[in-house]
């Protein structure tokens, strides 16, 4: 059964940063990709970052490029996304999705939880 759970997410004024935390399970990275999305309030889901399966390419949301870096970790079988310069539109829920490959629109599983992120000060 797939499961991913996010944590990672706190409060953290404008410049800060943040590492979120995908802890992954039934299935290993070499099978699919890894994206993380974010929801503001009222607004859509939106892809943040993804990192695929095989060759371990990264794409980026425009607006995240430079700020913020996903990885993953095969053993521990877990996908970080380190996030730095926070600004206040970071503000949302981040969520960790498994995908067939980064850009797909239909993920393994379900949505978990999520975890907040809120930068203000």
């Known amino acids: 059964q797939v499961q991913l759970v996010e944590s990672g997410g706190g409060l953290v004024q404008p410049g800060g940063s943040l590492r979120l935390s995908c802890a992954t399970s039934g299935f290993t990275l070499d099978w699919y990709a890894i994206g993380w999305y974010r929801q503001a309030p009222g607004k859509e889901r939106e892809g943040v970052s993804c990192?695929?399966?095989?060759?371990?390419?990264?794409v980026y949301k425009d607006s995240v490029k430079g700020r913020f870096t996903i990885s993953r970790d095969k053993v521990a079988n877990m996908v970080y996304l380190q996030m730095n310069s926070l600004k206040p539109e970071d503000t949302a829920i981040y969520y960790c999705?498994?995908?067939?490959?980064?850009?797909?629109?239909?993920?393994?599983?379900?949505w978990g939880q999520g975890t907040q992120v809120t930068v203000s000060s």
């Open positions: 999705a498994a995908l067939s490959r980064c850009g797909a629109s239909i993920i393994f599983g379900s």
């Open positions: 990192i695929s399966s095989n060759d371990g390419s990264i």
